[in-house]
């Protein structure tokens, strides 16, 4: 095994690992400001993937530029989504909010199935099938520009996590939501905002990667359970923790599938979540 | 300044407070004295809005805040320091202070009580970068009032301040009361300790069952014998 290929796998798996970390991240969020375990989440961005594909196929927009639309329709999409059904169920239990995200999976694949069937769907973009040769790597063009924005977006969003007063309200309802409306914070509306930027973090996520996949109505799921993986092995509700956790587990994934295959290399980061939550049960940040 | 009158409240469909009655002044420090499961907390939660009110009423400098939430309670100028600190275990005091000063009405004057916050426990300003957890309990109940205080309170709630902490530290959080009240804060204070929160304050209501069963000036509370009977001889 030569040097050159260890490097690009190396960077691959970067790659790879800053998009699951944003959406670890974005899981986290949600996760975050009222326990609510989001089980559709990686369904939301296949909608967003779809409504990409939709835009593209209706006015033949590229799914770059459909990229900040889906975002802005997603954020609403999101705090009309939290005020008018999560939040009155989230307050039956954490368990409800669990049910009600395993129904908006349903939901949203049979949708997807009754508006585009079940076939297999790319969506060309103008980086589709382009590649960047930096001797000696050579990186697909739609990884590279998806995965550099996962990480800017990841950056944007840890910073206004930890530095601006919205983040450090996120933050309070997470640690003491009594102590947090005592403060005078509108906890119901810090949620649904939470919720809203989770979700708009999908629409704009989707079509960016959108042509790194092929579209199938029930794409979703693997999406939700790598970032859920991501979430646990990073210590559920920790920020710093789904970032750190996506990186891994996105450089292993791509090392072991250039070393033993994809078989194996799909069963690492379950692994990984094993082997955490072996020896540190609260994930690699977690505490308690 | 604070009127509550009629009040009932409780949690789900069982209720702790009845009928319970309680003015403060401006400028007056007063104590809500107890035993253990009184109701003290639930009647400053309700004060706060962060308990529901079933029947009653709960009005501020004239305007009515009976079941209108706690953020309404803290835009009117009512500040509650919960039982127990509740302080924000992984965020920093300046973090904690920060988040105490968010609300709309207080957050343009934040640096300056900042600054005031910082005067009247520099022990905060020494800790301004430590984590919330990994301070001794005197230093989280700072921590708790001076996030309180960073809201611009005009009435300061605090329940249980003296709660778990050494005498030293029990002294200098009332020493902190003492100069608040000087300086003209209005402050209701729950407390189990009695003979502490009597000594400090200028008049007193005793709870019991929900009740308020006694009230008074806390010089003569201290010696009735109805507040010694209410404490089973804890005075
Ligand atoms: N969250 C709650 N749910 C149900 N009952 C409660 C709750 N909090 C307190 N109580 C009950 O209300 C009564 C008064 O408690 P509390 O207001 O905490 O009294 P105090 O502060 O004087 O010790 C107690 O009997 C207690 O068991
Ligand atoms: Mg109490």
């Known amino acids: 095994m030569s040097g050159e290929v260890l490097l690009q796998a190396t960077v691959q798996g970067l790659q790879m690992g800053a998009i699951y970390a944003l959406i670890a991240l974005s899981m986290t969020l949600i996760f975050s400001v009222g326990g609510l375990l989001n089980f559709a989440h990686g369904d939301f961005m296949a909608l967003a993937m779809y409504g990409a594909m939709a835009l593209y196929q209706a006015f033949r927009m590229d799914a770059y530029a459909a990229a900040p639309l889906m975002f802005f329709l997603f954020l609403l999409l999101g705090f009309v989504l939290f005020r008018h059904l999560v939040q009155p169920v989230l307050a039956a239990g954490v368990l409800a909010g669990a049910q009600l995200t395993l129904g908006l999976v349903f939901i949203q694949e049979n949708l997807l199935l009754l508006l585009f069937g079940g076939d297999y769907i790319n969506v060309p973009t103008v980086l589709s099938n382009r590649n960047l040769g930096v001797p000696p790597l050579v990186m697909p063009w739609p990884l590279l520009v998806g995965s550099v924005l996962a990480a800017v977006l990841t950056a944007v969003l840890y910073v206004v996590l930890m530095r601006t007063d919205f983040g450090r309200q996120v933050r309070a309802i997470t640690q003491n939501r009594d102590a947090a409306a005592l403060m005078g914070i509108r906890v119901g509306r810090i949620q649904a905002l939470a919720f809203g930027i989770g979700i708009g973090l999908l629409g704009l996520t989707g079509p960016m990667i959108v042509a790194q996949f092929t579209l199938t109505p029930a794409m979703g799921l693997d999406f939700t359970l790598i970032a859920l993986i991501v979430m646990v092995t990073g210590g559920l509700g920790n920020f710093t923790g789904s970032m750190v956790a996506g990186v891994i587990i996105g450089v292993s994934e791509s090392l072991a599938s250039l070393l033993y295959g994809g078989t194996v290399g799909a069963m690492i980061p379950y692994a990984i979540l094993l082997l955490v939550l072996l020896f540190r049960p609260h994930g690699l940040m977690g505490e308690h | ?235």
């Open chain 2, 1 to 235: 300044m604070l009127e509550v009158s009629g009040l009932v409240s409780g949690y789900g469909r069982i209720s702790i407070l009845r009928d319970v009655e309680l003015r403060v002044e401006p400028g007056e420090l007063v104590a809500l004295v107890g035993v253990n499961g009184a109701g003290k907390t639930t009647l400053m939660k309700t004060i706060a809005g962060l308990v529901p009110a079933s029947a009653g009423r709960i009005t501020f400098e004239g305007s009515d805040l009976t079941g209108r939430g706690a953020e309404r309670a803290v835009d009117a100028g009512i500040v509650l320091v919960p039982e127990g600190r509740m302080v924000f275990p992984r965020m920093t005091v300046w973090e904690n202070l920060m988040l105490g000063g968010v609300h709309p009405r207080p957050r343009p004057h934040r640096e300056a009580m900042l600054k005031r916050v910082f005067d009247l426990f520099p022990r905060l300003a020494e800790r301004r970068d430590q984590k919330a957890a990994t301070m001794s309990g005197g230093e989280q109940q700072m921590l708790a009032i001076g996030r309180g205080l960073m809201a611009q309170p005009r009435l300061l709630i605090l329940d249980e301040p003296s709660l778990g902490l050494s005498p030293l530290m029990v002294q200098e959080t009332y020493g902190a009361l003492r100069r608040l009240n000087a300086e003209g804060l209005t402050i209701l204070l729950a407390e189990q300790n009695v003979k502490l929160s009597l000594a400090v304050s200028g008049r007193g209501y005793v709870m019991e069952n929900g009740r308020i069963v006694l009230t008074g000036a806390s010089g003569e509370l201290a010696h009735d014998p109805a507040t010694r009977k209410a404490y089973l001889g804890r005075l």
